[in-house]
Structures are given as structure tokens and as C-alpha cells.
């Protein structure tokens, strides 16, 4: 079996633990709550990693398309009084849309000008939020968001006022999104956004479309972040300006650079481990994220492909010593 095969087979097998877990309550209150967000995390890194990771774009405004979707679903919820099952995909296409729109203006540009534009995004989307008190409360953000009502499933009756439900819910959709980025990858168009990672040049000679390769890449991303602002907005019921700084979007890039770029694993590894690591490290109080960055460092140094890579070397290598 391919490692490529293997490692998906593990992550596969990483959902089913946490669907499992959920259903039977193996996990007390606290760690479903971190598990909740790590996976909302593992969705924004999915859409980081098409950028990043396949198409080889520096993209640092992953945490304003996921702002846009959390305060455009809690907005049409407490604005317009709609329901949260129609919120939500409206605030994900909504994010989709813009995304696209984001990627047809900075697909003129590359390299660090790529990051410097996409970087003004979410400075200008986080000083808009912040003093558009009207609409967003400003500093305050906004609060008593409404959980999802119950929803009919064959005939199960699904009550998302419960965390252990939600957890359900958030490891269900990061486990189909990263079977459709899977088969994603092995298409026509997965091949064509990591030609123009490796050589836009060459790519741009063999006839690929380089400037629609990039606004695919941004649309996607920009989707994923969609999904997961409205999870983490109405599971959290309050959301505000500091959850969606430029600093966030540097997190989510991170996850990609410690899980591992361009890898299956890499987006669940990284954010589970972004999440989990400085909750751990909590006992050291201040030095926490100092132990965080030495890790960062660390990782970067020693496993350049990040921790999924450097799982796949492991096995490699093992492999070769059973030969």
C-alpha cells in the first residue's frame, strides 16, 4: 500500500475515532470543546493548504474569509431572523463569492506582492468590523448568537444545543471535505494547481491558465473558511474583532507549515496540534508560548515537511529496514 493510501487510511481512521468518541462520550466536556475547534481550524487549514500547499500562494487573509462567513451567518440570523440552516450556506457561498473576487484582483501579482495584497485584506476587513459599530457593535462583537435548531436526519432527531452533537457534526463535515479535497487533488484541475507550484513559468508554457488555477485556488480556500466561520460563530455564540486578525491568518498558516504542506494529514495534524499543544502547556502559565515557538522552530528545522512528512520518512525508512 502507498504511503499516500496509508496516510489517507489514517486520517480516515482519526474522524472515526472522533465520531466514535463523541457518540459513546469517551471525551469529558472540555476536550470535546477543544476538539470543536480544532476541527473548525482543520477546515480553514484544508482551504490554507489549497493555497499554500498545492498551488504554492503565500495567502494571509484565510482569517477575513473566515470572519466574513461567522459575522454574515450570525448577521442574517439576528438581522433578518433567519434560520441557521439558511444562514449558513448563504454566508459560505457569500465568502465563496468573495473569495473569487479577491483571487481575479490579486492573481495580477505574485510572490510577496501575493502576500502583501492579500495581507491588506485582513487589515482592512478587521478595521471595518471594529468600527462599524452599527452593524458589528464594534470592540464588543456579537453576542447570544443562536445555535442551530434541531435537525431531522433519516430518523434520528439531531440536537445541536449539545456538544457532543456539534463535535459530531464539525468531524462529519471536516471528514467529507478532506475526502473531496483528496479526490480533488488526483483531478485534472488538483494536478494543474500543483503544476503552478512547482514551475508557473513551465505551467503557464505546457498551456495551463495560470490566472484561473490561482482564482480556483482562492475560491476554494475562500469556501472552506466560509464553512467554518459559521460553525465556529454559532457554536461560540459570540464572536468579535480579535477573533480575526492578521494574526489569525498567520496562525492558520502555521498549522500548514507544522502538519505539513501539501499533504493529506497536514491540515488535521496542524490544527489539532495549534489547538491542543498551548492548552497543554497551560501549567507553565507566561512560558507557554514561549515552549510554543521552540516547538515552531524546532519543527520548522528539523522536519521541513512538517510532522506529517516526517511521519512519512519514519515509515519510509522502515519499510526499507523490513526489506
Known sequence: MELHTKELWLVRGAFLFLLAGGAVGYFDEYMIHLLIIGLIFT??????????GYTGQLLLCQGAFFGIAAYSSALLVERLGMSVWVAFPMATLGTAAFGTFVGLVASRTSGHYFAMFTMSI????????????????????????????????????????????????????????????????????????????????????????????????????ATFAGIAGPLYAHYRQLISPEDFTVFQSVLILLMIIMGGSGSIAGPLIGAMVVTL????????????????????ILCVTFL????????????????????
Open 43 to 52: 477546515l480553514l487549514a484544508i482551504g490554507q493548504n489549497i493555497a499554500f
Open 277 to 296: 499543544l498551548p492548552e497543554y502547556l497551560r501549567p507553565v502559565a507566561d512560558y507557554r508560548w514561549l515552549v510554543f515557538g521552540t516547538a515552531l
Open 122 to 221: 485582513s487589515i482592512i476587513f478587521h478595521q471595518l468590523i471594529l468600527n462599524w459599530d452599527s452593524l458589528t457593535h464594534g470592540a464588543l462583537g456579537l453576542r447570544d448568537i443562536p445555535r442551530p435548531g434541531n435537525l431531522s436526519l433519516f430518523s434520528l432527531q439531531l440536537a445541536f444545543d449539545n456538544k457532543q452533537t456539534f463535535l459530531f457534526l464539525c468531524a462529519l463535515i471536516a471528514c467529507v471535505s478532506t475526502e473531496s479535497i483528496n479526490i480533488f487533488r488526483g483531478s485534472r484541475a488538483g494536478r494543474m494547481l500543483m503544476a503552478v507550484r512547482e514551475d508557473e513559468t513551465a505551467a503557464k508554457s505546457l498551456g495551463v491558465k495560470t490566472t484561473q488555477v490561482k482564482v480556483i485556488a482562492m475560491t476554494l480556500a
Open 304 to 323: 521541513p515537511r512538517g510532522i506529517s512528512g516526517g511521519l512519512q520518512t519514519v515509515a519510509q525508512r522502515a519499510l526499507k529496514w523490513k526489506k
